[in-house]
């Protein structure tokens, strides 16, 4: 093999590796931005399951629910409402308890009620307060209720999971500059005699900069279709599997996490690609040995 052919497969060979190392770390930064984007898609269906229990007076009919229902569609907060009848809550009772109140009360004790879901923007103690404060000042309502123990908890323990996630993605950006910084350095150092011959003859930092910006750029967009392809390849593999995943795992976070990969890559790149370039400008020719 000629001297000439050797020392493309080299550049071939090296240029390849560094596309490989730096895919495998836009891998790990894209799970994370696809895991933190899904646990908000959990968070927000977990929310919108959480119920507020409008309680209406004994005297209260039908026709006073419905009206109350009336007014209250379209108000920004809430996301669905269900009247409960007397007849249905005590055939809710009698299933899940398995005892009828009637036959030794002799009489239905249940009331009128509706069941509320609020917007998962409105899922927490303070928003939930002043709503049901709203509520009971409705005419003929009795009682607002609602799980104020479980949603502090649930808020609580999202707020933490977050911090969690967003802990590991800064700690991953930081390795993945330091070890794509190294890659490239490397790859930009073994030019140092080409650089300080160029800069020798009188070409412009910039003029030499460029083609090695552009060559992070194309490592930069190649990593990053090669960590999207993976990522996407393992959610169709999983949804195989379990189609159940495509309900949390939207085409929209898709989208934000295949792009997130591509911009995350090409700032990484470009911007350690420039450094490195300017470290072996600065230096003098007794050190580039």
Not at 100 to 126: A, H, Q, R, W
Request: aromatic share 10%; hydrophobic share 50%; proline share 1%.
């Amino acid at each position: 093999m000629s001297h000439k052919r050797k020392h493309k497969v080299f550049w071939t060979m090296q240029a390849l590796t560094s596309a490989i190392s730096t895919s495998l770390l836009l891998i790990l930064l894209g799970l994370i931005v696809l895991l933190s984007l899904t646990a908000r898609v959990v968070a927000d269906s977990v929310k919108e399951n959480l119920t507020v229990t409008v309680v209406f007076d004994d005297d209260a009919q039908t026709v006073d629910a419905v009206h109350l229902m009336d007014s209250l569609n379209g108000v920004r907060y809430i996301s669905s409402i269900d009247y409960i009848s007397r007849e249905q809550a005590l055939q809710e009772q009698i299933e899940s308890m398995g005892i009828d109140p009637t036959e030794f009360l002799g009489v239905n004790p249940f009331s009128i009620s509706m069941e509320i879901k609020v917007k998962p923007e409105y899922s927490c103690n303070d928003s939930l307060q002043w709503i049901s404060e709203e509520l009971r000042s409705q005419k003929l309502v009795a009682d607002v209720l609602y799980q104020k123990d479980l949603v502090e908890s649930l808020n609580h323990n999202l707020h933490r999971a977050s911090l969690f996630l967003l802990a590991i993605a800064l700690l991953l950006v930081v390795i993945s500059l330091s070890l794509i910084n190294n890659t490239v350095r490397l790859s930009v150092f073994n030019h140092r005699f080409v650089i300080h011959t160029m800069k020798l003859v009188g070409a412009k930092w910039s003029f030499i900069r460029r083609p090695f910006l552009v060559r992070g750029f194309w490592l930069g967009v190649i990593s990053a279709f090669i960590a999207d392809a993976a990522i996407f390849g393992g959610i169709y593999w999983a949804s195989r599997y379990d189609s159940g995943v495509l309900q949390y795992i939207t085409q929209e976070n898709m989208v934000i996490t295949g792009l997130s990969v591509l911009v995350i890559g090409l700032v990484l790149t470009i911007v350690c690609t420039f450094f490195s370039v300017t470290h072996c400008l600065k230096m003098r020719g007794s050190e580039l040995y």
